[in-house]
């Protein structure tokens, strides 16, 4: 696991480029995530359901979770109570049972629509056409999405050592990020975070623009 100075470090860099950090526990211990909430930081994210359910339950309530996992419609209702943000959107299905389970809960749920660029068809989340059509439906319909908010887009770069195709995909990400900001949300203010950059890609995410990285790894160690 990173060292107390090295995290810090980590940190300031980040906040010099406006650039927030989730760490990514998904598989790390309740003692690890401990240690970073003692130095103070606060978003964690998961990327199963019953795992970060059970880690809520765990730990310090003040903890912001993030879900970047691919998110079933039937367990929705499990997070909804708590969840800060999800960052995995990727159908309008799944759209509308979030804003349903928010108003169960009454409150208002902030998620980002996972985006996918480049051509390796492993990935979930929407490429731009796709983008295009949900966003054009959540327009068309936005009363009935009373009690979610759209704050932009999570995407990942394509799983490459090749740094060109990578910066390329991040291009891609903040353009197609711009275009829809202008085309859908350019009087909303919430419509701000551009989150891309793992591990082993954060400093090209941040040259290119990423609000928000996530990163597992370099910050816990191997997950178990
Ligand atoms: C696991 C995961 C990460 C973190 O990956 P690292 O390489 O460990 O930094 C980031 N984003 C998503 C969506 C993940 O599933």
Same mark, same amino acid.
Request: net charge negative.
């Given at each position: =696991?990173?060292?107390?100075? @090295?995290?810090?470090?980590?940190?300031?860099?980040?906040?010099?480029?406006?650039?927030?950090?989730?760490?990514?526990?998904?598989?790390?211990?309740?003692?690890?995530? !401990?240690?970073?909430?003692? /130095?103070?930081?606060?978003?964690?994210?998961?990327?199963?359901?019953?795992?970060?359910?059970?880690?809520?339950?765990?730990?310090?309530?003040?903890?912001? /979770?993030?879900?970047?996992?691919?998110?079933?419609?039937? $367990?929705?209702?499990?997070? *909804?109570?708590? #969840? !800060?943000?999800?960052?995995?959107?990727?159908?309008? $299905?799944?759209?509308?049972?979030?804003?349903?389970?928010?108003?169960?809960?009454?409150?208002?749920?902030?998620?980002?629509? &996972? #985006?996918?660029?480049?051509?390796?068809?492993? $990935?979930?989340?929407? @490429?731009?056409?796709?983008?295009?059509?949900?966003?054009?439906?959540?327009?068309?319909?936005?009363?009935?999405?009373?009690?979610?908010? #759209?704050?932009?887009? =999570?995407?990942?770069?394509?799983?490459?050592?090749?740094? &060109?195709?990578?910066?390329?995909?991040?291009?891609?990400?903040? *353009?197609?990020?711009?275009?829809?900001?202008?085309?859908?949300?350019?009087? !909303?203010? !919430?419509?701000?975070?551009?989150? =891309?950059?793992?591990?082993?890609?954060?400093?090209?995410?941040?040259?290119?623009?990423?609000?928000?990285?996530?990163?597992?790894?370099?910050?816990?160690?191997?997950?178990?």
């Amino acid at each position: =696991m990173i060292q107390q100075g @090295d995290f810090i470090e980590l940190k300031k860099r980040l906040e010099e480029k406006n650039t927030g950090l989730v760490a990514v526990s998904k598989f790390q211990s309740l003692e690890k995530i !401990h240690t970073l909430y003692d /130095w103070g930081h606060r978003d964690f994210g998961e990327n199963y359901v019953q795992e970060l359910v059970e880690k809520y339950e765990a730990l310090p309530k003040d903890i912001r /979770w993030h879900f970047i996992g691919h998110l079933q419609t039937n $367990k929705v209702k499990y997070i *909804a109570p708590f #969840i !800060h943000l999800i960052h995995s959107v990727d159908s309008y $299905k799944l759209l509308k049972e979030i804003n349903k389970q928010a108003i169960l809960h009454a409150r208002t749920i902030d998620v980002l629509i &996972q #985006i996918y660029v480049g051509d390796e068809n492993t $990935k979930y989340g929407l @490429d731009e056409k796709e983008t295009l059509e949900l966003l054009s439906l959540y327009e068309q319909q936005q009363e009935s999405f009373s009690n979610i908010r #759209i704050c932009g887009f =999570m995407g990942m770069a394509t799983n490459t050592e090749n740094i &060109q195709q990578i910066v390329k995909d991040f291009k891609e990400m903040d *353009a197609l990020f711009s275009n829809m900001k202008l085309q859908f949300f350019y009087n !909303h203010n !919430h419509f701000k975070i551009l989150c =891309m950059g793992m591990s082993n890609d954060f400093n090209e995410a941040i040259e290119q623009g990423s609000s928000l990285v996530r990163i597992g790894s370099s910050i816990f160690g191997n997950r178990q």
